[in-house]
Each structure stands twice: as C-alpha cells, then as structure tokens.
C-alpha cells in the first residue's frame, strides 16, 4: 500500500535562510513522487517529479528533492527562501505497479511561511 | 502557462440540494479528474474521464456522484444530494495523456460547504 507522510504542518523561515519541508513515503513498489505547490486562490502546481531516473531532482523556482530509498524520503529543499515562496506544499506518491492519476496519494501539506 | 478553471470558488447549498461544480480544462487535454480534500485531510482522487466516460472511480464516488463534458469547454461534478460530509475542497485537473506519471494541471479548486 502506498501512502505519504509530511512531518510538519507547517514550517516558517527568514526570507534568505534555507528551506526544508519533510515527506516520506510508503510503497510496495517502485514508486513515482512529486512535490506540488499551491499558493493562495491557485491550482495545484507541479514543482518536481521522480521517476526512477537520477535520485536528486530539480525543479522549478530553485527547489530541489533527493529521493532516498533507505530512508524512504524524497524531502524538498531550497538554498534561500524567497517571500513568493509562501504556499501550501504536497508530497505525492503514485503507484509504481499502476501509474496514474487515479493512483496518487497526497500528503496532508505543509504551509511554508516566510518572514521578510 | 495555461490554466485549469473552477467555477464557483466558494459554494454554499442545503443539505439535500443538488451542486454542480464547473471546471474548464486545459484545450487540448483529453483526460479529466476530479478530486477533493475535506477540512486536515488528504486529498483523494475521485474520478477519471476520458473519451466522454469514466475510466477510473474511487470507493468515494458513488451514485450521488456523476461526471459530465456536456460541451467541448465544460468538466462538470454533479452531487445529487449534498450530505454534511461532502464538504470538502473540490479540485479539477487534466491532463494531455494518461500513460500514468503524467503531468496534472490543476485548477484552484471549489469550497463547497454543506449546512
């Protein structure tokens, strides 16, 4: 079965310092893991996917994940935080063995404040 | 970059009305989905449609639940008969294909509330 954890609820950060937001996850089978993003009266938005290709992914807007299979993790990250950085952040896994949008499985979120 | 649009952002109804909820995917996708995230939970994947049928329905989708494309523009969820506990955010999204890990465009979703 296949299901995410994020850690934290919500993470606050000075504008400039670094940005940490937790998943970790839970899969039979190879999974697929995304970060979306979603901030205030927008979509859901795509920052970054793992597929099985290189363990540490960039994405958009200078976020980065690495996924760690030992650790289960696939934690985003960020150098310096920026002030249109505030939203909300899911992790997603999608079914290795039935990829597909009927099979993703989406984290609680965490709401990144930044304080200028 | 294009959008996926949901219309009304906030709905408020009685229970036992019927709702309907709007969505406008992107033009040249092909494969629609409905999901919803009640008040500190999950979100959870509802419903897929494609080729004007549903592909894919979770346990959640039940017969007070149906899709429409009743055009070539419109993605509609209809809920026959609100309960309390359908109130929840309603999100669409779509996408070009539906090979799996395919790249969902999401719209900013519908809060409906059932009182």
């Known amino acids: 079965a296949q299901s995410v954890t994020q850690l934290d609820s919500h993470v606050s950060v000075s504008e400039g310092t670094p940005v940490l937001l937790r998943c970790n996850y839970s899969s039979s089978y190879s999974p697929s893991l995304f970060w979306y993003v979603q901030h205030p009266n927008k979509g859901l938005q795509l920052l970054l996917k793992y597929t099985s290709a290189a363990t540490l992914v960039k994405g958009i807007n200078g976020f980065e994940a690495e996924f760690k299979k030992s650790e289960t993790s696939f934690h985003l990250t960020k150098p310096s935080a920026h002030m249109s950085d505030a939203a909300e952040y899911f992790c997603?896994?999608?079914?290795?063995?039935?990829?597909?949008?009927?099979?993703?499985?989406f984290g609680t979120g965490t709401r990144l404040t930044v304080i200028p | 970059e294009p959008e996926v649009t949901q219309t009304p952002s906030h709905q408020v109804t009685q229970m036992g009305q019927e709702v309907i909820l709007r969505c406008v995917p992107i033009?040249?996708?092909?494969?629609f989905y409905w999901y919803r995230q009640i008040l500190g939970q999950k979100v959870e994947f509802l419903v897929s449609?494609?080729?004007?049928?549903?592909?894919?329905k979770s346990e959640i989708f039940d017969d007070q639940f149906s899709v429409e494309r009743p055009d070539g523009s419109n993605f509609t969820l209809k809920i026959r008969s609100t309960k309390l506990e359908d109130s929840a955010m309603y999100f669409c999204a779509s996408s070009d294909r539906g090979s799996g890990n395919e790249k969902l465009f999401f719209g900013s979703g519908t809060q409906l509330s059932v009182l």
């Open positions: 449609f494609y080729n004007n049928e549903i592909s894919e």
């Open positions: 997603v896994v999608s079914d290795g063995r039935n990829p597909g949008a009927n099979n993703l499985f």
């Open positions: 033009s040249n996708h092909l494969y």
